[in-house]
């Protein structure tokens, strides 16, 4: 009875007393993740050009060079010739041209011996109507009767390529410096199949022509040739040494430099 009636006055004085307030702390704030700053090269794709898009660049610039030229439709003819036209590739493919661009056989382009470099010509197969546009950036034919040396990809498209050479008509329809009145002008006497009769008809022509610069150089093809530059480059003085220059081997042309 001792033991109830503590426990009873024990309970009693408890709920007279006031209930503790207990201070909760409030949740800490959610954390926050920063992304790290972006770099240049994780631009999305569309800011920033891809690895691909830029190795394509030297690509899509070297196709741009295979392409046909392009000219306005009303484009009239400068001057018209008509002759045989040949085409040439290897050994030349790869060689530096006339007009200092390397020589590539699948680019429309052609030689040409007294059209200024960089004219555009337009070339017809008089057979079979097949026509193309093609760039002179070198010189040549450098043979009798010859007046158009394409590359592989123009001789293919008129129909030069099988047969080798075809008679063709030549527009001149572009041309970046006149046809009749200045330019550089040589003499280009050649090929020679040995070294020696190129040499020698060389030295004798030196000491014709004082005034002009005679130099003897092989080509590509394995055959010797001379070109002879008159004073200041004229076009008359070149013509007059090529109308009074023979030769017993090869043949004498008048060419255009530039």
Known sequence: ???????????????GQPKAH??????????VTTPPATSAA??????????????????????????EPV????????ATELGLASWYGPPYHNRRGSNGE????????AAHRTYPLGSIVRVTNVKTGHSALVRITDRGPFIPGRVLDLSLAAARKVDVWQPGVAEVKVELMQSPESIVAGGKWAVQIGGFPHEHA????ADHLTRRYHTAKVLC?????????????????????????ADE?????????????D
């Open 102 to 109: 390397v020589y590539n056989m699948h680019a429309m382009t």
């Open 42 to 67: 994780a631009q999305p794709e569309g800011n920033a050009p891809s690895a691909e898009k830029s190795s394509n660049i030297p690509k899509a610039a070297e196709d741009a060079d295979l392409l």
């Open 71 to 78: 000219i306005p439709a009303n484009t009239r003819p400068i």
């Open 245 to 257: 220059t023979a030769t017993p081997e090869g043949a004498v042309f008048l060419v255009r430099l």
């Open 22 to 31: 207990v201070e909760v702390p409030p949740p800490p704030p959610p954390v």
């Open 198 to 201: 190129a040499t020698k008809l």
């Open 1 to 15: 009875m001792i033991l109830i009636l503590l426990i009873s006055i024990l309970l009693i004085s408890s709920c």
């Open 217 to 241: 150089f092989a080509s590509p093809a394995g055959d010797w040739w001379i070109r002879i530059r008159v004073l200041d480059d004229d076009h008359d003085r070149a013509k007059e040494l």
